[in-house]
């Protein structure tokens, strides 16, 4: 028996021709993807079911299953799709690329905050992702680097994108499941605000008195800028230093 794996790997990578007439036609893997893009942009990931994606198509719960096996390969096709409407990175200096990587993951992130709701680990990867990363390997390829640090170099870059793209996407869910902005959220909690004391929170307390919270810096372009300087000095060092093995993994 074929695991959820082994078809999420047929249906991405070998995908069934679909007709383009008659009955059948009607519905295919294709509608019932966009369908299920459309219900996780409106309404969460929670709130995606085959059930509430055939509502929306107007056909049977049943009738689904003929295009996509199960949500788990749904949710793989899904993500491969929004993978879709990024960019490859162009050839060019290394670091306007990875910088173009990282905006065009973010714009993607921005569009479908849901994404970031899933986990990545053991997600069958398709091949609109592994082009837009093999594309984002290939503009640091020239650069002297082992093979492991181009990969780390490129992680470095997309695991700060879902980094600050996480947070956004929790403060996306918390707004639509309570209906009061993240803002909003913050300015009534006076309760916490008290305990605010030079005494207690010296520092925390001069930058509020400041104004410092008030005007956060950009997180994305403050961070991204500061990610890729390090990256400069990384790999124009004349001895690149060793990198330790983390003892968590």
Known sequence: MKSDRDRSVRLLWEPPAEPTRGPKAALSQSRVVEA?????DAEG????????VAETLGFTTMSLYRHVP???ELLDLMVDAV???????PAGPWRDGLEFFARQVWTMYCAHPWVLQLT???RVPGPQAMTRQDAAYAVVADLGLRTEEIVAVVTAVGHFVDGVGRTMADRV???RETGVSDEDWWTSAASLWEHFTPDRLPMMTSIWNSGG???PLDEFEFGLARVLDGLVAFVEAEERPSVRRSTCL
């Open 45 to 52: 990931v929670d709130a995606l079911t085959m059930r509430r």
């Open 83 to 89: 993978w879709g409407e990024t960019e490859h990175t």
């Open 70 to 72: 199960g949500k788990s």
């Open 173 to 175: 869910r918390a707004e």
């Open 120 to 122: 990545t680990s053991r």
């Open 36 to 40: 299920a893009i459309k219900v996780a």
């Open 213 to 215: 919270f008030d005007r």
